[in-house]
Nanobody, 124 residues
């Protein structure tokens, strides 16, 4: 059974930065794409960014391009989301997820393992 545990969330002022981490346990995920999603109060969960199995390819939602960077360290079985220039509208619970396949995808149903989420709050 795969477990994903997110960390690094918190309260930050607009314009600030946070780095989220997602540590996987149970088995290695170095053949699976990994992704980050987020869900704000009253809204549906939305795709943020994904990274391919070897880190060679990434894909991000338009609203985070140029601000957020996804990366992975397969030796540590960990995925990261570096978030810069944060805005109040980035406030949400951020979820890490492992995809069934090796390539980046924004399709929610392509991910079969999910973490519990970490809260990110950006104040204005």
């Amino acid at each position: 059974q795969v477990q994903l545990v997110e960390s690094g969330g918190g309260l930050v002022q607009a314009g600030g930065s946070l780095r989220l981490s997602c540590a996987a346990s149970g088995r290695t995920l170095n053949t699976n794409a990994m992704g980050w999603f987020r869900q704000a109060p009253g809204k549906e969960r939305e795709f943020v960014a994904a990274v391919s199995w070897n880190g060679g390819s990434t894909y991000s939602a338009d609203f985070v391009k140029g601000r957020f960077t996804i990366s992975r360290d397969n030796a540590k079985n960990t995925v990261y989301l570096q978030m810069n220039s944060l805005k109040p509208e980035d406030t949400a619970v951020y979820y890490c997820a492992a995809a069934r396949g090796p390539y980046t995808t924004e399709w929610h149903d392509a991910y079969n393992y999910w973490g519990q989420g970490t809260q990110v709050t950006v104040s204005s």
